[in-house]
Structures are given as structure tokens and as C-alpha cells.
């Protein structure tokens, strides 16, 4: 069972940063890639980013240039940098670990096996 621990959320201002990090339990042999996702209240699941173990990284088109997101070598600790913070970014970020093979750029809920339990953002205005 693999463990996934978000931190890093919190309360900013419209135009501020934060940086996410979620790290995992133990070392799990197959992790190949990480993703985040948010979701807003009232509002469906969104995927944000994905990052695989090679380094390759993709976001959702709506956020690229705005997030970043990054690993250190092993996919222990995901990071997700949140720059130019904006109200609609507001909502809870999630953590997912996923295995296996080259899965797309955003590869989309179910293809994740384990989720953390998230951590929430709120940005005002």
C-alpha cells in the first residue's frame, strides 16, 4: 500500500505563489508517473498536471505557463509550483501515483492507483 501525503496549501492572495508537495510512503517499484488534480467545489475532478519518472512533464492547456511541476529522481516528492495565483484556482489538490507504461500526457483519473488525501488551496481576491 502505498501512501501519498500532500502539503503546501494554504490561503493567498490573488497574484501570489504556492508550492505543493506530495510525498510518498515508501519506495514503490513500477511508480512511473505522478499527477495532480484539483477539484473545485461544486465542480468535477480537473486533471492539472502529470510528470513522469523520466522527467517528462504536461499540464492542462488552461494552466501551462502558470504551473510547473517537478520530481526528484526517484518520483519520492512531487512538486507543484503555483505562480500568478488566480479566485479560480481555488479548490482541493490532489496527489496521484500511477504504474506501468507510457500513459498520455494527462492520463485521466482511473489510470492512477493511489491518491492522497489532499490538500486545499483557497486564493482571494
Known amino acids: 500500500q502505498v501512501q501519498l501525503v500532500e502539503s503546501g496549501g494554504g490561503s493567498v492572495q490573488a497574484g501570489g505563489s504556492l508550492r505543493l508537495s506530495c510525498t510518498t510512503s515508501t519506495y514503490t517499484t513500477g511508480l512511473n508517473f505522478m499527477g495532480w488534480f484539483r477539484q473545485a467545489s461544486g465542480k468535477e475532478r480537473e486533471e492539472v498536471a502529470t510528470?513522469?519518472?523520466?522527467?517528462?512533464?504536461f499540464y492542462a492547456a488552461s494552466l501551462k505557463g502558470r504551473f510547473t511541476i517537478s520530481h526528484d529522481n526517484a518520483l519520492n516528492t512531487v512538486y507543484l509550483q503555483m505562480n500568478s495565483l488566480k479566485p479560480e484556482d481555488t479548490a482541493m489538490y490532489y496527489c496521484?501515483?500511477?504504474?506501468?507504461?507510457?500513459?498520455?500526457?494527462?492520463?485521466?483519473?482511473?489510470?492512477?492507483?493511489?491518491w492522497g488525501q489532499g490538500t486545499q488551496v483557497t486564493v482571494s481576491s
Open positions: 510528470i513522469y519518472l523520466s522527467g517528462a512533464s
Open positions: 496521484a501515483a500511477g504504474f506501468g507504461g507510457w500513459s498520455g500526457p494527462l492520463p485521466g483519473p482511473n489510470r492512477y492507483a493511489y
